[in-house]
């Protein structure tokens, strides 16, 4: 098949429109000729487009003008050196390799290879020491890919901790973008090595172990569960090839697309969306520096960047576009189409700030690492106000009703309730185990159902398969992007001696998008300071750490007694609300009350008060609001 008459099967003759879905999803998805796996899409690209810029690396924000560049060629080559380098340590189909590293340009060779060689698992660093070795415990991981000392000092001493707690065997080390690792530390019980080394000693034409099938394993992505450890949510390869597809699907964006990528890739957004859809696509990314949009310097210089870049389209969080709504347009940005933003709701005022300031549309996403990434987004010239996007196409979203027992009852369109999907890229379970023979074991732990995922989050579906987010009926708290599991702040306030109950929740946050908050009782008094200083010091990440601690006489249940933080939600909205509206005089009440499985905050102001200040303030927040005049 030649690539012309390839790509008018692969690729839809336009997906610009609401109104496309259709005729998408006419071809069965079985007909598109899609990749099998990650690494047939790269020796795809790198058959191609093998001349053709791939990834450009900045070291960091200061050197922006210095970038390390490969084509998809040289990438294919990389990526075979480094798969064969694990197939020569024993690494199988089977077998997890751990990657806990800042971004870097070895770092997206290394993940892939991970993919090929074996099933790739890419660890935030900034988990505490005992969540990452419960990971590596419950994967069965003996391979870890790390960044050295120079790229990540605070790794490399929690590689040196997990290699005391004997939990594993080999140590491979990467360095940063445009530099090579040397290896001056040898750590008793593990073999710390050059991972650049030892890939330069194998060949780079072909991968020499067994290659993967679609239906294999291809990566395991920590996620908050109910618990105060996080889950393994496993992806096949057909999981993200079928969701990079379908982004890369969008006839917005061609072959000439330059996108940006600054999110870490343990995020499975900077995997799928940044990495592996520019990959079918032949389209070229620019990543950032290892902190990423953590960067400050980068938002200096971050639309010389675009300008120089020739920048199409980036994809961030709420918290981003908050910031570069402030910062002067001092280029010609007008490469720039469009900016895509999700992880968690974006306020009303960001999105106008932001579109405002630079004339360049936010189009919301919606999705979940237990559906691989992404299953709603929004078309760039045909806005759909108050929603998250248009389900993609062969994914299936529905919400239904959740009965105390157990029972699902769909509901019609525009209902709101909890949005459930199926499809091709929802996830096979979590791993729950390993068997000696078989390798994982997975498990839905009850968020599969018949084929549907239960994604915890409350919403409507209308009749053009869009999505209208209402709330969260899971408990995930989401700042800033990063997936804070409540469990961990009720666990530490509850080792408090004085703590006989806690339940922690987000509370809306201009900045953020929320913050953790926590509500305790006791056994003996004590103070808020107290306890804010305690789950400070015990919470097993600092994000997680509480903003505040309020004291009740009972935690709200429901009536067959399960735990239940909707008012209490709703008191968090109030409390920030009320402390945003402290000096608007004519704010004179603020409520918040549990409507439709979601909190809506009421204003009740003075006749004659200024409607349009009020609304102001209200749309800095990601929340429902209504005002009432007294």
């Known amino acids: 098949m030649t690539p012309d008459n390839e790509d008018t099967v692969l690729w839809p003759a336009t997906f610009d429109h609401p109104g496309d879905l259709a005729a998408v999803e006419a071809v069965p998805l079985d007909d598109r000729g899609l990749p099998e796996t990650t690494y047939e899409a790269l020796a795809r690209a790198g058959s191609l487009w093998p001349d053709r810029t791939a990834i450009t690396v900045l070291p960091d924000a200061e050197r922006w003008q210095s970038p390390t560049r490969r084509t998809y060629r040289e990438m294919l080559v990389d990526v075979h050196r480094y798969a064969n380098a694990l197939h020569g340590l024993g690494v199988r189909r089977s077998d997890v390799v751990a990657i806990m590293s800042p971004n870097c340009d070895e770092l997206i060779t290394a993940t892939l290879a991970a993919e090929l060689a074996g099933i790739a698992m890419p660890v935030n660093g900034a988990l505490a020491d005992t969540h990452i070795r419960h990971l590596l415990e419950r994967s069965g991981a003996r391979v870890l890919i790390a960044a050295d000392s120079t790229l990540d000092p605070a790794g490399w001493e929690q590689v040196r901790a997990l290699v005391a707690a004997d939990v594993l065997d080999t140590v491979l080390l990467i360095a940063p973008t445009g530099e090579t690792t040397d290896v001056a530390a040898e750590l008793e019980g593990a073999a710390v090595l050059s991972f650049a080394a030892l890939a330069a000693e194998t060949g780079g034409e072909r991968f020499d172990g067994e290659l993967p099938t679609a239906d294999d394993v291809a990566a395991l992505f920590h996620t908050g569960g109910t618990t105060g450890a996080p889950k393994l949510a496993a992806h096949t390869h057909r999981n993200e090839i079928v969701d990079a597809w379908s982004v890369a699907a969008a006839s917005e964006l061609g072959e000439n697309t330059t996108i ?8 499975v957004n900077a995997l799928v969306v940044t990495l592996l859809a520019p990959t079918l696509r032949g389209q070229h990314a620019v990543w950032a520096g290892p902190l990423g949009y953590r960067d400050l310097p980068l938002y200096g210089c971050f639309w010389k960047v675009v300008e120089h870049y020739g920048i199409t ?50 189009l919301e996403g919606y999705g979940l690492t237990e559906a691989t990434c992404a299953s709603a987004r929004s078309f760039l010239d045909h806005p759909r106000p108050g929603s998250v996007g248009q389900r993609l196409p062969y994914q299936r979203i529905k919400a239904v009703r959740i009965d105390d027992d157990g029972t699902w009852t769909d509901l019609p369109a525009g209902d709101s309730g909890v949005l459930a999907i199926s499809g091709p890229a929802v996830f096979p379970g979590y791993v729950v185990g390993r068997d000696v023979e078989s390798g994982l074991v997975l498990d839905g732990l009850g968020k599969l159902v018949d084929g549907w995922l239960d994604t915890g989050d409350l919403g ?17 708290i989401i700042r800033g992007g990063h997936n804070i599991d409540p469990a961990q702040v009720e666990d530490s306030l509850l080792s408090h001696p004085a703590v006989t109950g806690a339940a922690a929740v987000g509370m809306p946050d201009v900045h953020a998008g929320e913050v953790p908050v926590a509500y305790v009782t006791l056994s003996a008094p004590t103070t808020e300071a107290d306890l804010v200083a305690w789950a400070k010091e015990h919470v097993a990440e600092p994000a997680a750490a509480p903003k505040s601690v309020q004291v009740v006489d009972m935690l709200p249940v429901t009536a067959v007694g399960k735990p239940y933080k909707l008012p209490l939600r709703a008191d968090a909205a109030r409390r920030a609300v009320t402390a ?51």
């Open 580 to 630: 945003a509206l402290a000096e608007h005089d004519g704010a004179v009440e603020v409520t918040a009350d549990v409507e439709d499985g979601g909190v809506t905050v009421t204003v009740v102001a003075q006749p004659g008060t200024d409607q349009t200040a009020l609304a102001q303030i209200l749309d800095a927040f990601a929340l429902t609001w209504r005002v009432a005049t007294r």
């Open 460 to 476: 409507a579906v209308d009749a053009d398969g869009f999505v209208h987010l209402t709330g969260r009926a899971k408990d995930l």
């Open 260 to 267: 940006f990528a600054a999110l870490p890739l343990f995020h």
């Open 313 to 362: 389209t980036m994809s961030a969080v709420p918290t981003v576009y908050a910031v570069l709504a402030n910062v002067p347009v001092d280029a010609d940005i007008s490469s720039l189409r469009m900016a895509v933003v999700g992880a968690s709701m974006l306020p009303p005022a960001v999105r106008r700030a932001f579109e405002e300031h630079t004339g360049i549309t936010l």
